[in-house]
């Protein structure tokens, strides 16, 4: 196991090059750059005046030179400052990262919450009303883009009901109540979409394993199908499930960019759209090295769950 | 509601403006649209930093709610006969710290927006600035160049603001630390999340009746990116004050008891631009058939809901300022004298071109539709052609395009607004646009220090230009703001200026 878990980490470092190679290239590629974006759209600047600017951010350099100097400086933890704002990349990214992990969380739970139970539910009704039901919810899930869910959700419990605020973010710390209420909204409408594409595959699997023999074994022992389904079944359609959760976090991941700008919440996603916006290059460079690290990381836990749940997994 | 109930709402209201008294205290929550682009004012141009620092720092001279040059730091000036030797006299303030403002805080300020090593985007704005230099503790001199009635309108710019020499030299720069002296001083910023201003005691405004200002026993800005969720906030009273209510959105908070809409004109222009080196619109009478057929009216109903835009009258510059016209040949729309002028330069058949605009800003991309159709009455076909700001921009400056819709913003200056597009060799003169008559005018202008003698020049350049015809002068973007009934006292600045929070107050 410790052999298995030291190999994946050393091969996260070659991903996390490779996405830092491409972030670096694609931000070079799109037109415009941070000095179209600072001087504006009204300006009366002339072209040497521009040519001067974008010396002095060092964007006159050979692209392979800026590369080389921005991820000399990453590799030892520097992710260097904002161009526009001059505030620390690093320092940034460690305030917003709570925020995101957080709504990433809240989100996965309120999928598992509602999955498992639809899942189950369908599976063993199969082809009665509560199965109707559950296909009704994975297909409106599956079918709503999140941003215009997290918009019905601010019209119908902010204006509405009144019983949410629409937007905006106050740390844990500072106020547990008005963060959690404000992060209620924000994570229904990541984790409802998620929840549906969790409870399609539950369903599945749970029909294909309730279709074992060692199922029929159980219930000829005379157990309750309660306790076939929970206990006999359940486990050895998880195993599915754990995949799928751990690849949809990745969409969680890029559904909170845009989530995080519907609701005004100073998450990673919503750092890294201001910075494409600025071309604020260490920005986007940052945010995205951090996102992508996250990713592994949490693909090395898929795998460090699946011993946990299936023990004939072994890994040598 | 009948005639004599609205009268008696009239005399309500303006009994009620009469006795309401200001009242001191209380947080203004403001729901504003982004986070400022880095605090320091002096190397960004973005509005939104603007929009939240301008309280807390001062300008030498300032705009009011007219646009009229009033006091700022400097409580008088004067220019020399010959317009080169500007001197102003402070006025008794002090910085947040507690520190006074002293000639070489403003000196050092100008210096550092002009130093290339600020990397300010202004650094031309003081160009013709020769020397300045602190006569005494209390008086600043600027010798210029050249005669420049611009540069009052520079100063009162409200990112060109005096910050003090010293706190500068410990920090390097103003990105972490806000020491100005304007009402309300800086307490926290946390990115994306809020920015904190608090009611500085020691503030040099006061009011008509002399009371001191502000009001606000502070101000607190959040940020709402999304139009959905910003004017929820506002209808739910989860923040007292937005900024930027969308045009579609408009007439829906003016039907909502609980919300006050505020705003209208905004400086700024929005016009078809001919690149009048290319034919046919090299040829004069194609670009008056423009003009002439091109329904602005209807413009700002289809494309701009009605609520987006104003119509505009003249030139660039907008109704309301002193500088602006409000006579156009092009003010009725003329389908035949069109036809007619067309037939005139050889095109009675019509023609065919490509109208390059942009897909990024709606008020730039939705009136090409209407165009479309207008020019279709008079046998012209436009073939529209879209594409994102970042190419657009670069595309339009490099003069490689044949005709599209652009426009700019901010200006206060009758300067800003007609030299910058239309002098032949300014940098913003895209369009190709030469007239030895309106560059000599122009040139005339900026050494004209009296307004009258000013506005008889302007109006023969705007004259001019409106025969010539290198824009179709078509609409100016209205700006509203919208508050809780509760807030009162806020007036809207044409010039996307929040300085009204100055004069803000919360009624019980």
């Known amino acids: ?316 | 509601m009948t005639r004599t109930s609205t009268l008696a709402l009239t005399l309500a209201l303006a009994v009620g403006i009469a006795f309401a008294q200001p009242n001191y205290g209380g947080v203004l929550r403001a729901g504003m649209q982004t986070d400022p682009v880095g605090l320091d004012p002096h190397i960004t141009n973005a509005t939104a930093t603007r929009n939240m620092l301008e309280n807390t720092y001062d300008t030498l001279v300032m705009f009011n709610a007219s646009l009229e040059l009033v006091p700022g730091l400097a409580e008088s000036w004067s220019a020399s006969d010959d317009g080169l030797q500007w001197t102003f006299n402070l006025r008794d303030a002090t910085f947040h710290d507690g520190s006074p403002v002293t000639a070489d805080d403003v000196v050092f300020s100008i210096e550092r927006i002009k130093d290339p090593a600020t990397a300010s985007p202004r650094s031309g704005n003081f160009a013709v600035v020769e020397s300045i230099e602190a006569t005494d503790a209390r008086t600043v001199v600027m010798t210029l160049s050249e005669p420049f009635t611009p540069l009052l309108s520079f100063l009162a710019m409200s990112l060109n603001v005096i910050v003090p020499q010293h706190v500068v030299e410990e920090h390097g720069n103003l990105q972490n630390v806000v020491v100005g002296s304007g009402p309300f001083a800086f307490v926290e910023y946390l990115p994306q999340t809020r920015l904190v201003l608090e009611r500085f005691a020691d503030y040099w405004g006061v009011d008509a009746d002399g009371n001191a200002l502000p009001y606000l026993e502070g101000i607190t800005f959040t940020f709402y990116p999304d139009p959905t969720a910003r004017t929820t906030a506002i209808q739910t009273g989860n923040v007292d004050w937005v900024e930027y209510v969308p045009a579609a959105d408009v007439t829906i908070l003016q039907a909502d008891p609980s919300v006050e809409v505020v705003g209208g004109l905004s400086a700024n222009y929005r016009s078809l631009q001919f690149n009048v080196a290319e034919a046919p619109f090299d040829d004069v009478r194609v670009r008056q058939a423009f003009a002439y057929a091109i329904d602005a009216r209807s413009v700002i109903e289809l494309a701009l809901f009605g609520t987006g835009g104003v119509l505009a009258e003249g030139t660039t510059v907008p109704a309301g300022n002193f500088y602006a016209i409000d006579e156009s040949p092009y003010a009725e729309r003329d389908v035949e004298r069109a036809r007619e002028l067309l037939a005139e330069a050889g095109y009675a058949d019509g023609f065919t071109f490509d109208f390059y605009i942009t897909s990024t800003y709606d008020f730039l991309r939705d009136p090409a539709e209407v165009i479309q159709s207008n020019l279709a009455e008079i046998g012209v076909t436009a073939n529209i052609v879209m594409e994102d700001w970042t190419i657009y921009l670069p595309t339009v400056q490099a003069s490689d395009y044949q005709v599209t819709l652009l426009g700019s913003s901010g200006q206060t200056d009758p300067d800003a607004f007609l030299y910058t597009p239309f002098f032949s060799t300014s940098n913003n003169n895209y369009h190709n646009f030469v007239d030895e008559r309106v560059d000599e005018l122009l040139l005339a202008g900026r050494r004209e220090p009296d307004p009258d003698a000013r506005r008889e020049i302007y109006v023969e350049v705007q004259e001019r230009i409106l025969e010539l015809a290198p824009h179709v002068f078509l609409f100016h973007s209205a700006q509203y703001s919208a508050h809780r009934p509760n807030v009162e006292g806020f007036e809207h600045f044409p010039n996307t200026s929040y300085l009204g929070f100055r004069t803000t107050w919360l009624a019980n």
């Open chain 1, 1 to 316: 196991m410790l052999v298995f878990l030291g190999r994946r980490i050393v091969l996260t470092v070659p991903s996390l090059l490779g996405v830092a190679v491409i972030v670096f290239l694609l931000m070079r590629f799109i037109p415009g750059d941070v000095v179209t974006g600072l001087v504006g759209d009204a300006q009366d600047i002339s072209p040497e005046r521009l040519a001067e600017l974008r010396r002095m951010f060092g964007l006159d350099l050979p692209v392979h030179v800026q590369f080389g100097q921005w991820i000399t400086a990453a590799l030892q933890g520097d992710l260097g400052s904002s161009i526009r704002t001059g505030r620390s990349v690093a320092l940034d990214l460690s305030l917003r990262f709570p925020v995101t992990l957080q709504l990433t969380t809240m989100s996965l739970l309120i999928a598992l919450a509602l999955a498992f139970p639809i899942g189950v539910m369908a599976a063993r009704y199969r082809g009665r009303w509560p199965d109707y039901l559950g296909s009704a919810f994975v297909l409106i899930g599956l079918s709503i883009p999140n941003f215009f869910l997290g918009i019905l959700l601010i019209l119908l419990f902010s204006l509405q009901l009144g019983w949410l605020p629409p937007a905006g973010y106050v740390p844990f710390a500072e106020s547990p109540v008005e963060n959690l209420r404000r992060m209620v909204l924000p994570s229904l409408s990541l984790g409802l979409i998620l929840a549906a594409a969790t409870a399609r595959i539950m369903r599945s699997t749970m029909l294909e394993v309730l279709g074992r023999d060692y199922v029929r074994t159980a219930r000829a022992k005379g157990l309750t199908e309660r306790t076939v389904t929970l206990r006999h079944a359940l486990r050895n359609a998880l195993i599915p499930v754990v995949t799928v959760v751990g690849l949809q976090f990745g969409s969680l991941l890029g559904g909170a960019v845009i989530i995080e700008q519907v609701f005004s919440l100073p998450g990673i996603g919503r750092y890294a759209l201001e910075g494409i916006n600025l071309r604020d290059y260490p920005m986007v460079q940052g945010a995205v090295l951090v996102i992508a690290a996250a990713f592994v990381l949490v693909n090395l836990l898929v795998d460090v769950i699946y011993a946990l749940i299936d023990p004939r997994v072994r890994y040598g």
